[in-house]
């Protein structure tokens, strides 16, 4: 059972149009959301993080926005670019402990940006 | 700067083998990750340790085994290979003490191949 449901699975937007992908999530002792991003061959890359006591963060293109009621929270990618083509997960952390918690990820999206 | 280093690259074992893969965590981070992610999957927690200690085990077989060094390096054992252990494998670090100190930082990971 997916901990971490994210959709939609692939997206095709025009170069200057807007990604936006959603995740949503069951536990509550989730307290830490982070974006990666993921070329072929690659590892993750961190994007861009959020706790849940802020409701929307924004790094450049990227913005989180984040519904605790509603246990919700979604990427927005502004002026997509053809180098924005790649897979984006979203993931929660639950603080359990100092160090060693682990990351639950949703089942990425696949994102294509068109010229 | 500095990034999570994992070695090799690539390998190619068959089936009943045993394998070991490296991780070397960006400076100073005192704890480190594993994930597997099988073709077209989302990275699956597999375990991590914080201080040279086990912090946090996933879905990890019982045919594979890690373990943290005193400089903070990991290796993961992995013996009696099945076809189904072809995957990539990522290593992530990152700091101790809770908060965004905790943000998990990826290899480039070890793409295994079981014959």
């Known amino acids: 059972q997916q901990q971490v449901k994210q959709s939609p699975q692939s997206l095709i937007v025009q170069k200057g149009g807007i990604s936006i992908i959603n995740c949503a999530y069951e536990n509550t002792a989730f307290d830490y959301f982070p974006w990666y991003q993921q070329f072929p061959g690659k590892g993750p890359a961190l994007l861009i993080a959020?706790?849940?006591?802020?409701s929307e963060k924004k790094e450049g293109r990227f913005t989180i926005s984040f519904n605790k009621s509603a246990k919700q929270f979604s990427l927005h990618i502004m002026d997509s670019q053809p180098g924005d083509s790649a897979t984006y997960f979203c993931?929660?952390?639950?603080?359990?402990?100092?160090?060693?918690?682990?990351?639950?990820f949703g089942g990425g999206t696949r994102v294509l940006v068109k010229p | 700067a500095a990034g999570v280093i994992q070695s090799p690259r690539h390998l190619i074992k068959e089936k009943r083998e045993t394998a070991t893969l490296k991780c070397y965590p960006i400076?100073?981070?005192?704890?480190v990750y594993w994930y597997q992610q099988g073709p077209g999957q989302d990275p699956q927690f597999l375990i991590s340790f914080y201080e040279k200690m086990q912090s946090d085990k996933g879905s990890i077989p019982d045919r594979f085994s890690a373990q943290q060094f005193s400089d903070y390096h990991s290796e993961l054992n992995m013996s009696s290979l099945e076809l189904g252990d072809s995957a990539l494998y990522f290593c992530a670090s990152s700091l101790s003490g809770g908060g965004l100190e905790n943000i998990q930082y990826f290899g480039a990971g070890t793409r295994l191949s079981v014959l």
């Open positions: 400076p100073r981070h005192d704890t």
């Open positions: 959020i706790r849940p006591d802020v």
């Open positions: 993931a929660a952390l639950a603080m359990i402990k100092a160090a060693g918690n682990k990351l639950t």
